[in-house]
């Protein structure tokens, strides 16, 4: 294990009551890098987060984040990472000013309340109590609580369900803002163009397990996968798969096929995961 | 690296947040806080004067008793019920992803929990003192009531640290605390009394728990010395009350360091 990485994971396991719901998960994700854990519900992603977080107990294997064991880092450990949890309802007769301030205080070398929640873009619906605020701008304070504290490490654990496409576009944004700061960003997601957007390399989870780990070009042998082609000719619809289109459009020009109807494509992101996890079931 | 805050500091931060939140809450502020005042006004009007013959009204019982039970209702059902809630909307795990220790998190509660009691008390004396005619006592009275008070906050809110630990949702919380709470008041002498109306096994059995000690205590601050006469032993018993309540503090303070966590247990 090299101590520059933020996070490394080696045959992580986790068993409830018999089943098991990670089943042997190796990770490493930079310092600076932001790190995408992909997959269906239940495939397992938030019970790695949460073991990596420190809030549950991993049944085997090895974890270090931030070079500390998270089943037994203290408080100055806590306070080199950040965490946006997944459906917290707390704090809602509070404002977004009064429970921001009261998180910074929690911390060590907090950055300002104000600063943190006009970087989140909350600064209109600062004195507003977080009961009256939309289900985004929630989520943008739980975003705002987690970087409070000037965290290292960033967990997002699907920091966009249930965000308007709008929305979700701001929100990216700002997490690569504090990806261009250095922070390093752990995120799960089911939004395959969420993972695409933000990830510098991303894996894939289903049912406990890594099925592939790559970057958002190349996951799942994307970047070699070939194209598929196709047009109409005489009326008739064809198509054909080939690794290198070059030669086929050449002589689809030199025929004089009708190419207003011609379509070159890859695999999607989305193609390949759902491979992936299809490929699992 | 600069050094992380004390827990003290943090403790009256979460206290300040916890009292913000509590105030803002209108529900909870008139069910915990109002009830036993309400109950008082209830219970001192229907038993208007049962103990003329030592010119003490019920009424001026139930005001003096009445204490032991606000204090069970803010400390061991704000505590208990807090708890549950802050398990389930998050509150916990929260705080959990921040440096905070658990002790500073507990302060903030206790913090809460003591600033409800000492007003639910002020509003149950008053209420005594301003339509019942209870007497207001003399300064080594409230001496005793000082200490009574705090011994009796803690007891009840270690206890209910302790208890939140059996409370698995926050929609069965009122529920499950209130079967104690229930029992406990009708067998320690605060909605019956003369305690000794009752078998006397079920007074042995009451001895165990505080609230029968609670009462008592605040009968001997608020009422004439005579009255010693209707409670079980024929006497205050101060020394005991202050061991019981001890004794249940540092019980609590075990149970509730044993049974405190953060999150709900891993399945």
């Known amino acids: 294990m090299t101590c520059m990485d933020a996070i490394e994971v080696r045959g992580l396991r986790k068993t409830y009551r018999g089943h098991e719901a990670v089943r042997g998960i190796d990770l490493s994700v930079a310092r600076g890098e932001v790190f995408a854990l992909l997959g269906p519900n239940g495939a397992g992603k938030t019970t790695t987060v949460e073991i990596l977080e420190g809030h549950r107990r991993r049944s085997g294997g090895e974890a270090r984040v931030l070079g500390v064991d998270p089943g037994t880092g203290g408080r100055a450990w806590r306070a080199r ?71 290292e490490l960033l967990f997002l654990d699907e920091p966009t369900t249930g ?72 009326g008739v619809a064809r198509s054909e798969q080939v690794s290198d289109p070059t030669e086929l459009l050449r002589k689809l020009l030199d025929d004089g096929a009708d190419l207003t109807t011609l379509t070159v494509t890859r695999p999607t992101l989305e193609d390949t995961y759902l491979n992936l996890i299809g490929a699992q079931r | ?101 658990a002790t500073a998190y507990l302060l903030g509660k206790t913090a809460l929990v003591l600033a409800l009691s000492v007003a639910e008390a002020a509003v149950l004396v008053l209420v005594g003192v301003l339509i019942f005619d209870m007497p207001l006592p003399d300064a080594s009275h409230w001496l005793t009531f000082a200490w009574l008070f705090l011994l009796s906050v803690i007891a009840c809110s270690l206890c209910g640290v302790a208890v939140s630990a059996l409370v698995r949702h926050a929609r069965t919380a009122g529920a499950i605390l209130n079967v104690p709470l229930v029992a406990l008041q009708f067998i320690s002498g605060v909605f019956i009394h003369p305690i000794t109306q009752l078998p006397g096994w079920l007074i042995t059995v009451a001895s165990f728990f505080p609230v029968k000690w609670m009462s008592q205590g605040f009968r001997y601050v608020f009422l004439p010395d005579s009255m010693k006469t209707l409670e079980a032993a024929g006497q205050w018993e101060l020394g005991r009350t202050a061991l019981v309540l001890g004794a249940w503090c540092v019980v609590g303070l075990a149970l509730c360091l044993v049974t405190f966590r953060w999150t709900e247990r891993d399945r």
């Open chain 1, 81 to 151: 990472i950040g965490v946006v949890l997944q459906d917290t309802d707390d704090a809602a007769d509070l404002t977004v000013t009064e429970m921001v301030r009261h998180l910074a205080g929690l911390y060590p070398d907090p950055r300002a309340a104000d600063e943190v929640i006009e970087l989140v873009g909350l600064t209109e619906k600062r004195s507003s109590k977080i009961r009256s605020l939309s289900g985004g701008q929630r989520r943008r304070v739980d975003v705002a609580l987690g970087i409070v504290g000037r965290p």
């Open chain 2, 1 to 101: 690296m600069t050094a992380l805050p004390s827990t003290f500091a943090t403790g009256l931060s979460r206290g300040r947040v916890e009292l913000l939140m509590f105030l803002r809450d209108r529900t909870a502020l008139i069910f915990t806080f109002a009830f036993p005042a309400m109950l008082l006004l209830l219970f001192g009007t229907i038993f208007g004067d049962s103990y003329d013959q030592t010119g003490v009204s019920a009424s001026q019982v139930y005001s003096a008793s009445m204490i032991a039970y606000g204090i069970l209702s803010t400390a061991f059902v704000t505590m208990g019920a807090g708890l549950a809630m802050d398990r389930e909307d998050g509150t916990l795990k929260r705080l959990h992803g921040t440096p905070i220790t």
């Open chain 1, 163 to 234: 965000f308007d496409p709008a929305a979700r576009r701001q929100f990216w944004d700002l997490i690569r803002a504090l990806a261009t700061e250095g922070t390093t960003i752990l995120l799960t997601t089911h939004y395959l163009e969420e993972a695409e957007a933000l990830a510098d390399r991303l894996a894939v989870l289903a049912d406990g397990r890594i099925v592939a780990e790559g970057t958002p070009a190349n996951l799942g042998g994307r970047s070699v996968a070939g194209a598929k082609v196709s047009w109409r000719q005489d």
